[in-house]
């Protein structure tokens, strides 16, 4: 079974193209992101698992979605706050 939504990765990422390749021999499929121009913006292996399991599924749109985020740089003060905490990434200037 398929829980890919593409209305959800669709709404979630507009204005972004949102295109899924052919299956891979490993039975992934690659989603690729890609701006008006059609200059690829992101592109991810979704495994057969996460495609599979609605569950799995949305913590993958979820981590594109905060991927993008950090790569543009509008990441909110409280999930940098929290990575921080995590020792998830380090500040370049002592604080």
């Known amino acids: 079974m398929e829980a890919i939504n593409l209305d959800l990765i669709e709404k979630t990422f507009h204005p972004l193209r949102v295109s899924f390749g052919q299956r891979r ?3 992934g499929t690659v989603l690729t992101l ?20 609605p569950l799995l599924f949305n913590a993958v749109v979820e981590d594109v979605r905060r991927e993008l985020s950090v790569r543009s740089g509008t990441l909110s003060a409280e999930m940098r706050k929290a990575l921080k905490e995590q020792d998830g990434i380090l500040p370049y200037a002592p604080t």
């Open 25 to 27: 021999p490993d039975g």
């Open 34 to 53: 890609a701006d008006e121009a059609d200059v690829t913006a992101y592109s991810r292996v979704i495994s057969p698992a996460e495609r599979s399991d």
